[in-house]
């Protein structure tokens, strides 16, 4: 399926948060995996987050906060993907989300949210298998 | 090649040269006693290395370090290169500091808190800010929607800073205040509560940490380019050099880097590096290194490799101390002094089995210790989970209780000084440390480096690195691959109200009604012409702004219109 056309990431931190040690690991992971990784930069709003992940159509958005504002920022993401009546890029998150948290996000359709200490193969995983459901709905709607 | 260059590569030579060969009674055991039994036990002679990729031996005997290595690379306690202490009797006259960092939600909270804490006898005052605060956005961007009060207190205006020193007396506290690209700002407003007070700037007395340079590096919290920080950074050191002789203007902070992926010495070298900008900063303003230096002070990381960041904190008093007297001219012993406050390693801590955490705080922080520091903060137990809970804070302060009055571990000063390993790993961390400073000298400086992104790169593939030896299995993590438990159960965690945001957007209101807004435009009209005039000083601008009540963010934005914003350069 990712033949021609690897899997596309778009990493963000969409809010006032600098722990990017985790963002820059992952971008190096994802690219050794093949992957097509784009980073969205420090601070940018749930807005441009969306905009970028549309203008670039990735297959996957990934989230991290570590600031205690993922209910909040990543619930925006996810509601203006939605207005804009896109199902085709999947959302996963991660950072420190405690467990309680976890099915809030899921609600949303934000998966994996995944904390300190999760092995990169876990994650890569995950990707994958969230970018597959997300080309098969791009390559449906033609 | 240019002056500034011969000095780390002379310096450098002048190490290497130094450098004891390989022991005879060394190899002859090696070939004669360890190999045999390793044959014989079937045991494997592995390779092994520490977090900055420092090659171990399995043992170390005093040929390892120099035979002259003594009194002039180690002195005695409060002795020139204060490779043993800043301090003749270190923690036998004095514990260190137990300074435990945490924010509180609204202005009111923090008055309490601070009050509380007061009333208990402390005299020492830390305080957090909140992260739209630390960006330098007011309480009603859009920016800051659910981060009001989380981390820390929100300070929009001078109002907030009233609230929080409501009824206390600023002569008789000092203050640390831990923010960076808004930290002239936040001065300003703790100057103005002060003269509100009738306490002269003269008995004013505090720190913010201003270390701008570990922003682009390792926080990422800025608000312009560096150059217009820095500007502002120097404005802060001439003002209160002159004005506020008693306040801290720069905490030159290694914990941050560390966080974000470094190496021990990586840590060491970019922020003694970043340190070496600023006296060199003061030296161009025309302060004389002997007044200014002595208010600058550190802050280290202690992560959980322990001898590896004894020798690091022992290595940086003597860089410190070495280079502050031979490079920049320092005559007086306090100008070359480094003193520091630790905090253990955050990222050492694991979401997995997190009462584990509390001995490996313990473990750092007995580093930080032996590593001679002058103040400690302990990280809790539960904060690869979220925000500390008040029971896991008390178990961190008891650590360092324990340590301090159990233990006789303060009863000695430099307990490990002599060990051969240590000694010799404090030499090995040193000359690493000079061979990047040579580096970033090639590159034009730590400003060029970081512009370029030299830095952060060298940090995200050292991060990388650690990352993929831990998937490997080559570095262990109790819990997380190796012992791994199955089905933990959860622990209790802090959860963050929010009625901070509803109190902070009330005031604020309130304060656009009654401020004179004829005074707000003059001031901000006045603070944007003196901006563009590089040779002025911002200060008695910026105090003029926050009395005016102008917020944090209309008088960030004046910086922000003149300066412009920054774009971090390409690292992934």
């Not at chain 1, 931190?13 to 040690?21: L, T």
């Not at chain 2, 003269?202 to 800025?222: F, H, M, P, R």
């Not at chain 2, 030896?469 to 965690?493: A, D, H, L, S, W």
Request: charged residues 25%; glycine residues 8%.
């Amino acid at each position: 399926m990712f033949k021609d056309k690897p899997v596309k990431v778009l990493l963000a931190k969409p809010g006032i948060d600098g722990h990017d040690r985790g963002m820059f690991v992952l971008a190096r992971a994802f690219r050794d995996a093949g992957m097509d990784v784009l980073y969205a930069g420090l601070l940018p709003t749930p807005q441009e987050v969306v905009d970028t992940a549309v203008n670039e159509d990735v297959d996957v958005i990934a989230l991290s906060l570590l600031n205690g504002a993922h209910l909040t920022a990543f619930k925006k993401v996810s509601d203006l993907l939605r207005k804009k009546g896109i199902d085709d890029i999947a959302i996963v998150g991660g950072g420190t989300i405690p467990d309680t948290d976890k099915p809030k996000l899921e609600k949303l359709g934000i998966s994996g949210n995944y904390g300190p200490g999760t092995p990169l193969s876990v994650i890569i995983d995950h990707v994958t298998k969230r970018a597959t459901e997300s080309r098969k709905k791009k390559m449906g709607s033609g | 090649m240019t002056r500034r260059d011969t000095y780390w590569s002379t310096k450098l030579a002048e190490i290497s040269s130094r450098r004891p060969t390989a022991g005879k009674k060394y190899e002859e055991w090696n070939k004669n006693v360890l190999s045999p039994w390793n044959r014989q036990t079937g045991s494997k002679e592995d390779d092994r290395e520490n977090t900055s990729g420092i090659p171990v031996k399995p043992v170390y005997r005093a040929e390892d370090v120099p035979a002259d290595y003594g009194d002039r690379d180690l002195g005695m306690p409060g002795e020139y290169p204060f490779t043993r202490g800043v301090y003749p009797n270190m923690y036998r006259g004095r514990l260190w500091t137990m300074r435990m960092f945490s924010g509180f939600g609204t202005p009111e909270d923090t008055n309490r808190r601070l009050k509380y804490l007061i009333s208990h006898g402390e005299s020492g005052l830390s305080i957090a800010f909140d992260m739209p605060t630390l960006y330098g956005y007011d309480c009603d961007n859009k920016r800051a929607e659910g981060e009001v009060g989380k981390c820390g207190v929100n300070v929009t205006s001078l109002r907030d800073m009233e609230v929080i020193f409501d009824g206390i007396d600023l002569s008789s506290v000092s203050t640390s205040m831990t923010i960076n690209a808004p930290a002239i700002i936040l001065l300003a407003m703790y100057l103005a509560v002060a003269r509100k007070q009738g306490v002269p700037f003269s008995k004013v007395s505090g720190t913010v940490q201003a270390d701008i340079l570990k922003e682009y590096i390792a926080q990422k919290e800025w608000m312009y380019p560096p150059e217009a920080h820095l500007r502002m950074i120097r404005d802060m050191m001439v003002y209160c050099t002159r004005n506020v002789p008693k306040w801290n203007y720069i905490s030159i902070s290694g914990y941050h880097i560390r966080e974000a992926g470094s190496s021990a010495v990586q840590e060491l070298a970019f922020t003694l590096a970043d340190g070496f900008h600023y006296v060199q900063m003061g030296k161009e303003a025309g302060l004389n290194v002997d007044d200014f230096a002595p208010r600058l002070s550190f802050f280290f990381n202690s992560s959980i490799n322990f001898f590896e960041e004894v020798a690091k904190l022992r290595a940086a008093r003597r860089i410190w101390a070495t280079v502050m007297k031979e490079k920049f001219g320092a005559k007086s012993e306090k100008a070359m002094l480094l003193r520091f406050h630790t905090q253990t390693s955050g990222y050492s801590l694991t979401w997995q089995q997190p009462l584990n955490n509390v001995i490996r705080t313990t473990i750092e922080a007995m580093a930080a210790v032996m590593g001679g520091t002058q103040s400690l903060h302990t990280n809790s137990y539960d904060e690869a989970w979220a925000l500390p809970s008040e029971k896991a804070v008390k178990i961190a302060l008891r650590t360092q209780q324990v340590i301090a009055e159990e233990t006789g571990i303060p009863d000695v000063i430099d307990p490990l000084g002599g060990s051969y390993y240590l000694e010799w790993l404090t030499n090995e961390v040193e000359e690493r440390a000079y061979r990047y400073f040579d580096q970033i000298e090639k590159l034009g400086g730590i400003l060029e480096a970081v512009k370029k992104g030299y830095i952060q790169k060298e940090i995200a593939q050292t991060s990388y690195r650690r990352q993929t030896r831990i998937e490997e299995g080559k570095e262990i993590m109790v819990g997380v691959n190796k012992y791994v438990e199955e089905g933990e159960t959860p622990i209790r965690i802090l959860r963050v109200s929010r009625k901070a945001q509803k109190t902070q957007l009330d005031r604020l209101t309130a304060l656009k009604g009654f401020r004179n807004e004829s005074d707000v435009r003059k001031s901000l009209e006045k603070l944007e012409a003196s901006m563009h005039n590089p040779s002025e000083n911002l200060m008695p601008h910026i105090l003029q702004a926050v009395e005016s009540y102008c917020t944090l963010e209309e008088i960030s934005n004046v910086g922000r219109k003149v300066f412009g914003g920054w774009k971090e350069p390409v690292i992934v």
